[in-house]
């Protein structure tokens, strides 16, 4: 009899640990797929304490990737290859890209060309890529030794947060303009909003001024901006959230009348088109034409968000066709934040493709927008793992 209890609590708290890590992988899930990385970490994290194997290791490695805890996701990618890489066959390609980010440049390169040789006959992104990150990972370790010594500091905490600030920029009135991503009401919100934010700079003191509530949209997200006719004309690019971590985005423009900001307008067909994301937008001001430089993922590009211009009038009107950067500029994958001195004519942009040290990285042309020369990684420590 004592032999049946002992059994039939085993078999109920078995039962209930099962149930238990069930749910976690539900919470996990849910979280996934509104893009809240973080919280799916945690809940596979939470999982992966009762049970693991292939698909679950799965689930962690991809959310901690998206949540940029790179050693997280490097663990359970090694953790797939070894039991489960036939089902996944991506996870040679995503082990090789978590461990670049991490600055481990020969483990990687290792892993580029273990997936390069196991997809030889393949020609989709993810062989291009992997092809090209083989030599980029080579070249990387020559960035990092060869150090740009330009200085870096860091704003403090009245600026800076523990969640995402962009964009900072500097009118002549003294003004910082920045985006900040934080959640929308409190720290423990799971609800994230990016919205404009200006400070005074006073000396060394920076002091937060009130920000215009026609340009914080409700509903919509601030990505980044850019000024043109002496700074009286802001141009802002909207996004509304669409499936997980993906946004539309459209540009407006707003115009100042003393203190205050007009509503936001949107921005004329062909700049904004139907099913195409623009963003990212930079106006390049010359004493015979102005440029609107952004990013976008419409038909007619190189790959994902390429870099494109049209000639614009004062109004931010288009006055000629739209072009695209060029080859030079744009790849099969993303480029984004242009900004072109004018002065020194040079393209500054953000890739993910050519020499990097892993993600984004900030690269230079020089030239005019209609002809500049193949980039320059701008090199360590501007640029980083």
């Known amino acids: 009899m004592r032999v049946w209890v002992v059994f ?12 238990s890590a069930k749910q976690y992988i539900k919470a996990g899930k849910k979280a996934y797929n509104n893009a809240n990385y973080e919280s799916a970490v945690y809940f596979f994290g939470k999982a992966l304490e009762q049970e693991q194997n292939a698909q679950l290791a799965w689930y962690m490695a991809e959310a901690a990737r998206l ?12 953790y797939v ?38 997809h030889a006959a393949t020609k989709d992104y993810y062989t291009l890529k992997a092809r090209h990150e083989v030599l980029s990972c080579e070249n990387a370790l020559f960035l990092t030794f060869d150090k740009n010594q330009t200085p870096i500091f860091t704003f403090d905490s009245t600026v800076n947060s523990a969640y995402s600030e962009f964009q900072a920029y500097i009118t002549h009135d003294s003004t910082l303009w920045l985006t900040s991503y ?10 994230f909003t990016s919205k404009l934010l200006t400070f005074k700079i006073d000396s060394t003191t920076l002091i937060p001024l009130p ?37 539309f985005c459209q540009l407006y423009k707003s115009n100042k009348n003393h203190s205050s900001w007009s509503e936001p307008e949107l921005l004329k067909n062909p700049i904004n088109i139907a099913n195409a994301s623009t963003t990212h937008p930079f106006v390049v001001e010359t004493d015979t034409n ?36 060029g080859k030079n500029i744009n790849s099969i994958d993303n480029e984004l934040s242009p900004y072109y001195d004018l002065k020194n004519k040079t393209l500054y942009f953000s890739s993910e493709w050519f020499t990097n040290l892993g993600g984004f990285d900030i690269f230079s042309s020089y030239g005019w927008i209609k002809n500049l020369y193949p980039p320059q990684n701008m090199g360590y420590p501007l640029n980083t793992n």
Not at 297 to 318: E, H, T
Request: glycine share 4%; aromatic share 14%.
């Open 67 to 78: 949540n940029h805890d790179f050693e997280i996701a490097e663990k359970w990618y090694s």
């Open 211 to 247: 920000m215009d509530t026609l340009l914080n949209k409700p509903n919509r997200f601030v990505s980044s901006f850019a000024f043109m006719n002496k700074n009286r004309t802001i141009v802002l690019s909207l996004c509304t959230k669409k499936m997980g971590n993906h946004y």
């Open 8 to 19: 039939i609590l085993i078999a109920l708290s078995t039962t209930a640990f099962s149930q």
């Open 81 to 118: 290859e070894q039991n489960g890489l036939e089902k996944f066959p991506l996870t040679t390609f995503w082990l090789a890209t978590v461990q670049k980010n991490l600055g481990k440049y020969q483990r990687a390169q290792l892993n580029f060309k273990k997936y390069t040789q196991k």
């Open 182 to 191: 934080k959640p929308l009401s409190g720290e423990d919100s799971l609800i």
């Open 290 to 325: 102005n440029y609107l430089l952004f990013a976008s993922d419409r038909k007619g590009g190189y790959g994902n968000y390429d870099l494109w211009a049209v000639a614009i009038d004062s109004a931010l009107n288009p006055i000629d066709s739209i072009f695209n950067l």
